[in-house]
């Protein structure tokens, strides 16, 4: 059984402080790896895709992914009110054609004023 | 920006009665998938789709579930017999192609089943 852990929260941070965000996974050929945030009763939005061990920025987000440790982060910098929302993180084994995505039950962030 | 459409954006139905669910994915892309989340619970794979036939598909997805992709643009998820549990958003997803390529949801269809 895969399964893809998140710590539920909610996370609390002040505007302008980095929110870290943390998701471990126990399968071990996982390959891709996603970070979606997701509004209340909206939809999931990809923020971040990463594959290979290390680091991976755009803009304000930064993606590390140790598949060692079967750990991916991510890292929101200058954190906004507007980040407030649940962040899904999404493994895929991507082999054997296998491309469905487990998805963890989330983090809440909520940035505060 | 394209993004992957689904109709309606919420669906009433009555215990018992069939439903269709209908998405319109990103115009190149090749693999279509079906999620569903049950309300406070995690995003659940459904099915996946890859040239004309299903690729994957997950314990949900049982014999009163089928897809299909009656022309070039529409994918859909027809629930037979729905049940009171079948209440969900239903999410359609898109992507390029199947490995190493991210998915893209469309906005979900909210079934409500009574």
């Known amino acids: 059984q895969k399964e893809v852990e998140q710590n539920s929260g909610p996370l609390s941070v002040p505007e302008g402080a980095i929110a870290s965000l943390n998701c471990t996974y126990s399968?071990?050929?996982?390959?891709?790896f996603f970070w979606y945030r997701q509004y209340s009763g909206k939809s999931p939005e990809l923020i971040m895709s990463?594959?290979?061990?290390g680091d991976k920025e755009d803009g304000r987000f930064t993606a590390q992914l140790n598949k060692a440790s079967q750990y991916v982060s991510l890292l929101i910098r200058d954190s906004q009110p507007s980040d407030s929302a649940t962040y899904l993180c999404?493994?895929?084994?991507?082999?054997?054609?296998?491309?469905?995505?487990?998805f963890g039950k989330g983090t809440k962030l909520s940035v505060i004023p | 920006e394209p993004e992957v459409t689904q109709t309606p954006s919420h669906q009433v139905t009555q215990m018992g009665q069939e439903v269709i669910l209908r998405c319109v994915p990103i115009?190149?892309?090749?693999?279509f998938y079906w999620y569903r989340q049950i309300l406070g619970q995690k995003v659940e794979f459904l099915v996946s789709?890859?040239?004309?036939?299903?690729?994957?598909k997950s314990e949900i997805f049982d014999d009163q579930f089928s897809v299909e992709r009656p022309d070039g643009s529409n994918f859909t998820l027809k629930i037979r017999s729905t049940k009171l549990e079948d209440s969900a958003m239903y999410f359609c997803?898109?992507?390029?192609?199947?490995?190493?390529?991210?998915?893209?949801f469309g906005d979900g269809t909210r079934l409500s089943i009574l």
């Open positions: 399968d071990r050929v996982s390959q891709s």
């Open positions: 990463i594959y290979s061990n």
């Open positions: 999404a493994v895929s084994a991507s082999g054997a054609g296998s491309y469905q995505l487990t």
């Open positions: 997803a898109s992507s390029r192609t199947g490995r190493n390529q991210p998915q893209h």
């Open positions: 115009s190149n892309h090749l693999y």
């Open positions: 789709f890859y040239n004309n036939e299903i690729s994957e």
